[in-house]
């Protein structure tokens, strides 16, 4: 089985240790083949800098295309411009477009409400100069008026010029083929990679999906309450959970899987592992996978 594109994403690191630990990481997610990596960006741009010094450095070290994420709510379009004059200065030539969340205390919303506006500011100020990736809901963003209206905005990203998506992450395939499926019937055809969270700890998953509207079925809830501080059984769980998740999405058609890595390698190494993936090198995998570093 080879999954069209796979990719990673981090998050910059703020301390010489998390530094140490996304070296580590990347160079164990290179053996998996990825297509490109990414790093998020802080909202309000309050990680500007560190974004792209991050992208630099696994470019660097891997040979691999990273993609800065860029976000434009509470960011001064000013300084947006700046963003992307410095991404093509330095010859990126991927990003990921998102509105993001302002960030409590914030006030001023800048000029770009919408993905669709930074998508559509990002072709005026660059033209051609990036593939531009866009987030999908296949659950629905939580604060959409309604479904179908989301479903409309979303394909005012594409419209704008986005040429791929990647998904917020779920447990539920069917959501992410009916979202694709409906795609389709408004005339939108764009590839979208559903984006993939291994589950490796309980109160984490909760509060990130609290947060960002994805649900976390009943079941798996269940299962993982009971687990209680037995940290090695959740692990377990959620491989095997995670496992069968992307497997239906790749048996069915998902043109790729995308990974949040919380700048962990284990997981996804596991996942690969257990679905006997291969590199893009069309190398099998045989790296077992990592025990947990802590
Ligand atoms: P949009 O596409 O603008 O949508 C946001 C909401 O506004 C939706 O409810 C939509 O229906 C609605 N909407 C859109 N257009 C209109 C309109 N014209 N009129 C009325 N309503 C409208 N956040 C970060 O801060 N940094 C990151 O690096 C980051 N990376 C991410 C990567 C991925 C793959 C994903 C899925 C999410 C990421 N996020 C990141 C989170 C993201 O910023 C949030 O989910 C945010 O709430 C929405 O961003 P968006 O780009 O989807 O927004």
Not at 2 to 12: D, L, M, Q, R, Y
Not at 31 to 49: M, W, Y
Not at 111 to 120: D, G, I, Q
Not at 208 to 237: Q, Y
Request: charged fraction near 20%.
């Amino acid at each position: 089985m080879t999954a069209t594109t796979i990719s990673f994403e981090f998050f910059p690191p703020r301390t010489p240790e998390a530094v140490a630990k996304l070296e580590l990481t990347r160079s164990r997610l290179l053996a998996l083949g990825p297509s490109f990596f990414s790093v998020t960006f802080g909202a309000g741009g309050s990680t500007r800098e560190l974004t792209l010094e991050t992208a630099l450095a696994v470019t660097a070290a891997t040979g691999v295309e990273c993609a800065p994420h860029i976000s434009c709510i509470g960011t001064p379009l000013a300084e947006l411009r700046e963003v992307i004059k410095r991404y093509v200065e330095v010859g990126i030539t991927r990003v990921v477009a998102l509105r993001g969340d302002m960030p409590s205390g914030l006030t001023g919303f800048g000029e770009l409400r919408y993905a669709s506006e930074l998508v559509a500011f990002i072709r005026q100020e660059a033209g051609q100069a990036f593939h531009i990736e866009v987030a999908a809901y296949p659950e629905f963003h939580p604060q959409a008026s309604t479904a179908a209206a989301d479903l409309q905005h979303f394909k005012a990203k594409v419209e704008a010029g986005a040429n791929s998506a990647i998904t917020q992450y779920f447990y539920n395939p069917d959501a992410y083929f009916r979202f694709v499926e409906s795609c389709a019937a408004l005339g939108v055809h764009l590839p979208i990679v559903p984006g993939i969270m291994p589950i490796t700890n309980f109160s984490q998953l909760m509060r990130f999906s609290d947060m960002c509207g994805a649900e976390v079925p009943r079941w798996i809830v269940k299962r993982l309450r009971d687990f209680g501080d037995d940290r090695a059984s959740i692990r377990a769980f959620g491989i095997d959970v995670t496992t069968a998740l992307c497997d239906r999405l790749l048996k069915d058609g998902a043109p790729g899987l995308h990974f949040y890595t919380m700048n962990q390698s284990e997981a996804a190494e596991a996942v690969f592992h257990n679905l006997g993936l291969r590199s893009s090198h069309g190398r099998p995998l045989v790296t077992p996978p990592q025990p947990p570093a802590d």
